[in-house]
């Protein structure tokens, strides 16, 4: 099991910068997919960005791209989430999360989480 700590939430007004932070616990976090999803008050969970193993495949939600970027530094079991230009609609609880596997298929390949760190833009 991967433990993961999220870090770098804050207060920011709209147009700004965030760095997210996800420290993981375990040798096995280099060998797994990792994500990160949003949860706004009153709506669904939401996967923002993935990354495999490697790093060689990416997944941006179609609201973000051009704005986040997400990357990894095994070596160190980091994960991260550059968020820029950020707008009151980023405004969520942010989450990492391994997957089970490589990369993932699905949402439900993701069953290590952290306890979420909240992103809140002010417009």
């Known amino acids: 099991q991967v433990q993961l700590v999220e870090s770098g939430g804050g207060l920011v007004q709209a147009g700004g910068s965030l760095r997210l932070s996800c420290a993981a616990s375990?040798?096995?976090?280099?060998?797994?997919?990792m994500g990160w999803f949003r949860q706004a008050p009153g709506k669904e969970r939401e996967l923002v960005a993935a990354?495999?193993?490697?790093?060689?495949?990416?997944y941006y939600v179609d609201s973000v791209k051009g704005r986040f970027t997400i990357s990894r530094d095994n070596a160190q079991n980091m994960g991260y989430l550059q968020m820029n230009s950020l707008k009151p609609d980023d405004t969520a609880i942010y989450y990492c999360?391994?997957?089970?596997?490589?990369?993932?298929?699905?949402?439900?390949?993701?069953?290590?989480w952290g306890q979420g760190t909240q992103v809140t833009v002010s417009s």
């Open positions: 990354i495999s193993w490697l790093g060689g495949s990416i």
């Open positions: 375990g040798r096995s976090f280099r060998n797994r997919g």
């Open positions: 999360a391994a997957s089970s596997g490589t990369y993932y298929s699905t949402e439900g390949d993701f069953r290590s």
